[in-house]
DNA sequence: TATTGTTATACTCTATAACTATA
DNA sequence: TATAGTTATAGAGTATAACAATA
């Protein structure tokens, strides 16, 4: 009977109280934006976001221990560490215990998986580059300025 | 033995790749920054994230239904309908059948709900206060339209 | 038949705690 | 005793699919 739904109403007619005025807001958007599609890129090589950075930190710190992940990714050891018996059952990684001190082990990208991780890389970037688009010259730098300053405020 | 200790390196260090340069991972880590912090604040009224967003949509939006809150959310109907289900069992939210389409519930903040989100609101304004603490003026602005263009590239 | 909402179930990611091995 | 790393277990948040109620 009626011509146009009544309801749900777009978008457009929701009150959105102060929300789009809050930085935390707009930053878990538009991170949630960007995840999404790295998401599908990830999933596009077969690995996680997770492991893809994982892989990075590998191949760019040959030889980088578990404590020190640990510290860079804001996880637990014990969450760490299944990601890494993952890795190394994919053989996409592999890791050595050191001979000067027994209780860590170096880890190291295998030929497999720093393919992937430069499959991956190629891909990403090409994620930043559909961002620049919608940026002017000289944004972009201003924009990762302010995100590490944002960041600086809960140091 | 040794003065210093060796291993793990500090994050000073570490190689980053080109990480550091990605919109994407400084997104990620500011948001990831923002989120910890708004987590202990809705903590600290007894509400999760989710639930203080739910709080805030029902509360400017009365007599919203679930359908509506999902495609604000990007969340499955199934999960929106369990958080539901625990908002009433607290009596924060309130929902009545409505007569025009007995399909559609109509949702409502209680007192007690009203109360729980002015209180978390409260809280919220003061995170971006300190986060504007990190920004000079005309900058808050600024950063807010270049997420929302960052948004906008995924649409 | 289509839509709103619920429930059973399972999957993913995460942390806590207890553990082993090395120092 | 202290630190690196593993494993068992559990919790939070999520989606899929089958379902009930209403239109």
Known sequence: MAAKK???PGKELINFARLQDYIGYRAR???SAIFRD???ITDSVG???GEFSLLTLIGANPGIN???LVSLHNLDKSTLSLAIRDLKRRNLIES????????YFALYLTKLGSQRQRQAT???EGQERRMDKM???GEREILLDLLKRISKAFD
């Open 6 to 8: 009544q309801t749900p």
């Open 135 to 137: 940026l002017k010259p």
């Open 122 to 124: 190629a891909l990403v």
């Open 47 to 49: 690995l996680s976001p």
């Open 96 to 103: 050595r215990r050191q001979t000067e001190d027994g209780r």
């Open 66 to 68: 578990q404590v020190t």
């Open 29 to 31: 958007q538009a991170q």
């Open 38 to 40: 790295f998401t599908t």
